[in-house]
């Protein structure tokens, strides 16, 4: 069933490796459905994590580090990392913002989603809802994932607060990218209610024309190789 975030797969199209249910590719296939007309090409191959397939030699040809997302680009350039890749796709579009202090405020909200959101939101949600089983194993992580966690999402919640968006020039790459895992930190246990600047900004991203949730990435399946 289509969920309305499959490129058509016209020759010259992008590929895009995700999985369902991650945070990190939710940003890149978000900004495909956001970046407005003039869309580009890209089909979304899902690649099977939990069953070990981006450890695989098939995935491994593709992207040596073993991990989604991953983009082959229709010229077969190879490009990793979630923040990277949604950057590149939101290129030309209104989610790049126009000034050069402000691209540099949302490069500095793509660095803070790395070092200091999802290192610690995406394990606790990982351990608690997407692999529970192991979540016994990795109880004596948590307490760090807990406290850092915090620290991030008050930080964020301190800029929101008076603000709409990330970035002064508005809604855009910024958001998407530290949408990805604060909107489901509550999934890895993080109380968001303690953050109403948070929970308001989240409210307005989800107001955003084309927003989709990630509940709509394709589900998984077994990778079969592309042609790159
Ligand atoms: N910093 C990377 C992190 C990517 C990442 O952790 N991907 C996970 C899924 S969310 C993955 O591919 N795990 C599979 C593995 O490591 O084997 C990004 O933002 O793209």
């Known amino acids: ?35 407005g007309p003039g869309g580009i090409p890209c089909r979304l191959r899902p690649v099977n994590v939990l069953d070990g397939e981006t ?8 992207n040596p580090r073993g991990q989604v997302p991953f983009l082959v680009t229709a010229e077969g350039e190879r490009l990793g990392e ?5 950057w590149f796709l939101a290129e030309g579009s209104a989610l790049i913002p126009a000034s050069p202090l402000h691209r540099a ?12 959101l999802e290192p610690r939101i995406s394990p606790a949600r990982f351990f608690s809802t997407i692999a529970p089983e192991l979540r016994e194993a990795n109880a004596a992580r948590f307490p760090g994932w ?22 002064d020039s508005g809604y855009g790459i910024a958001d ?12 890895g246990g993080f109380d968001l209610d303690r953050y109403p600047g948070v929970c308001r900004w989240i409210d307005r991203v989800q107001a955003q024309p084309g927003h989709r949730p990630v509940a709509d990435l394709p589900t ?4 079969r190789p592309v042609a790159a």
């Not at 016209?10 to 590719?25: D, E, F, R, V």
């Not at 979630?82 to 949604?86: E, F, G, K, V, Y």
């Not at 998407?176 to 999934?187: D, K, N, P, Q």
């Not at 998984?220 to 990778?223: D, G, L, S, T």
């Open 82 to 86: 979630s923040n990277a890749i949604a």
């Open 220 to 223: 998984v399946e077994p990778i």
């Open 146 to 167: 807990i406290e850092a966690g915090h620290a991030g999402l008050a930080l964020l919640d301190a800029h929101l607060t008076g603000r709409e968006f990330l970035c």
């Open 176 to 187: 998407i990218a530290v949408f990805g895992y604060t909107h489901l930190a509550r999934e």
């Open 55 to 62: 450890r695989r030699p098939g995935f491994l040809a593709i």
């Open 1 to 35: 069933m289509s969920t309305g975030f499959e490129g058509r797969a016209p020759t010259g199209a992008h590929t895009l490796y995700i999985t369902a249910g991650s945070g990190n590719s939710y940003k890149p296939v978000q900004v495909l459905a956001q970046r």
């Open 105 to 116: 405020q949302a490069i500095q909200w793509l660095i803070f989603e790395q070092t200091l």
